[in-house]
């Protein structure tokens, strides 16, 4: 069975992107798409996905706020934060008591297969 991938981002280029990167991956599936992390919130409520990719800078609610609540919600949901501000933010975000499991740059998007696999392998 595949494991599934919510992945939210407000460029629906990049969630395009992203959906047809996984659609030729047959271990994972695209179980759901938002556009902020409101909406990633409520999603991952919805469907308990095996892995959750934020964009960190979305309206209504930034991707490390809503990787907060995902955490709290399901503790155990490997989280990535998808963004062109990886080597910026990585110090400031990532620590002890993060809910980011591995920030990855959008720079880099080329091996998020990768990274996906190194966290959720099947």
């Known amino acids: ?62 991707g490390y706020d809503a990787a907060r609540e995902i955490k709290r919600i399901l503790p155990g949901t490997p989280i990535i934060l998808f963004t062109l501000y990886a080597d910026t933010v990585r110090k400031q975000l990532m620590g002890v008591n993060s809910p980011i499991d591995l920030i990855v740059s959008k720079s880099d998007s080329a091996n998020l297969i990768k990274h996906v696999r190194s966290l959720i392998p099947v």
């Open 1 to 62: 069975m595949p494991k599934t991938i919510l992945v939210a981002d407000d460029k629906a280029a990049i969630r395009k992107a992203l959906c047809e990167m996984f659609e030729i991956e047959e271990d994972y599936d695209l179980c759901a798409e938002a556009t902020n992390g409101v909406e990633a919130i409520a999603l991952a409520k919805q469907w308990g996905p095996d892995l959750v990719i934020l964009d960190l800078s979305m309206p209504v609610m930034n």
